[in-house]
DNA sequence: CTCAAAATGTATCAATCATTACAGATAATA
DNA sequence: TATTATCTGTAATGATTGATACATTTTGAG
């Protein structure tokens, strides 16, 4: 039998050169219809030009463009009529089995599952209302690694309701909004193994001034879930020196999508409203 | 919206002449890959002429095959890539179907897979090895929402090697750090749809002066893909009005990970460095 | 840094394709 | 059956595409 389309980059891949392995990740991310378009569209899509194009089906064994692109139809017919050929819809390129990415990859999958699973039923739901609710100010915080995912969450918010704020920087210009906050007002937190002390001292000193609390943390608690309204603990595990984010991100995402959906009347005219002043 | 070209078809079902309707059915039958042959492949497939099938593309609304074979791409593209879709397979316990998370969750890891499947083997790889060992200075820059990945990256890259720059605030004051850019600096570069302008006049800039550029997209394909030397593109689609960074976050962190192996010798000496002088 | 080898894009050309006009075929009507 | 209207294929044509030669750039060895 004939060598599919993937076995065929796969066989080649690390004898491409640069712009050829661009190709082939063109054709392998839009798969397959990068590779019905003409020349002159793959090439767009991938980024070169169009006679790298046809080095690249040049390389993987076609003598033209066409003949490539006869076999990628053949494929596809054959993948779509074949009864359980709804699953496998992305090429099953990986390197073999355990290559880097797909070990990560699925350590982070069970990650999410595991972050679902173990989730007290209504707990996000809350949170989220909590946020999306609150007639005060949103403070956001987190530690070294996950200021990232304070701010991610805030420029959302952003886009969803006012009196969004992020707290950067160094801990004595957190101090200063101490003063204003009370139980109005939101206080969602960030803090995961190598809890930071600064982190846990503010969020102490807002807690003894009645600011609830969102506490997104790993599975081992930081201290600050005894001060916490609502926790939301990920797994963290990786095939790495570091922690993973990941099932942290995905709480971050899905409290956003509720809270999305909470006030999408108020949400959406503010959306319109900050396009509009964008355009200006 | 537009209509799909089954509802086309549909609509119009009892008006066809004869052989247009043996082109209809041949295209059904054959669907989609029919319509993306030529017109005499589509016309020899249906048992007709090439005005026939050109004729049936009329009838169904398009003033141009190649309009048709655009719109049957688009058609396709879309379904094979929608994870939405699919019914949450995952291990329903205790919430009975679909809590909120859940559906997220398995959006999540859809995404995370068909990302990891469909990235070219080794570009992950490359991409790390270009970021570890560049003699010169590591730069980062994100859009709105890809800002805090840009950063959790660099929270990570600053423990591992020296001469990590995060881009950040205005595209004013990036605009000074170009001067000293060139082959031997690598420029990061987050950018997700809705392209922004910045970013994408930044990467520019930098590649004209032979920075090399790896860039974490979606599969829509971030204008800077022209210019990049490794692309890693990931798939965001949420049940969410917003995007979903998470593939994107996976794809970041395997890249930290795998960075972290291949300069590991220096790595460790420099992280116990930076601990002695954070307890001082 | 220099120079050779490899890789890549530009410009050009030949081949293929979609398109159209028109003649022939078919069906409908009287 | 004659006549007309509609449908369909053939053949010619202009547009578009894939292919290639060549110049330029990039890469890697010494």
Redo the contacts with the bound molecule.
């Keep these: 039998m004939e060598k599919s389309i993937l076995e065929r980059i796969r066989a080649v891949s690390d004898?491409?050169?640069?712009?050829?392995?661009?190709a082939a990740q063109a054709l392998l991310s839009n798969y397959p219809m990068a590779g019905l378009?003409?020349?002159?569209?793959?090439?767009r899509i991938a980024?070169?030009?169009?006679?790298?194009?046809?080095?690249f089906?040049?390389r993987i064994g076609?003598?033209?463009?066409?003949?490539?692109?006869q076999h990628l139809r053949a494929e596809m017919e054959a993948r779509l009529k074949s009864p359980i050929a709804k699953a496998p819809q992305g090429p099953g390129l990986g390197d073999g089995d355990g290559s880097d990415l797909e070990r990560f990859a699925e350590a982070a999958i069970a990650n999410i599952r595991n972050t679902a699973q173990s989730l007290a039923p209504r707990e996000l739901e809350k949170a989220a209302a909590l946020i999306g609710e609150a007639p005060g100010t949103v403070y956001l915080i987190g530690g070294r690694f996950t200021d990232p995912l304070a701010r991610y969450m805030a420029a959302h918010l952003k886009l969803l309701r006012p009196r969004i704020m992020h707290l950067a920087g160094q801990v004595d210009s957190w101090r200063d909004h101490l003063i204003d906050m009370g139980r109005k007002d939101v206080l969602i937190t960030y803090d995961i193994r190598r809890y930071q002390e600064g982190v846990i001292w503010f969020a102490e000193q807002a807690a003894s001034r009645k600011v609830p609390i969102v506490l997104f943390t790993d599975q081992w608690i930081s201290p600050v879930t005894r001060i916490a309204t609502h926790v939301l603990p990920a797994h963290i595990e990786a095939p790495s020196n570091f922690d993973s984010s990941i099932a942290i991100l995905t709480l971050t995402e899905a409290v956003i999508a509720h809270c999305t959906r909470l006030i999408w009347e108020q949400a959406q005219k503010r959306i319109r409203d900050l396009e509009e002043l964008r355009e200006i």
């Design positions: 004898r491409l050169t640069a712009k050829e392995r661009k378009e003409t020349v002159a569209g793959f090439a980024g070169v030009s169009g006679p790298s194009i046809l080095r089906t040049s076609f003598s033209s463009y066409p003949e490539f692109q």
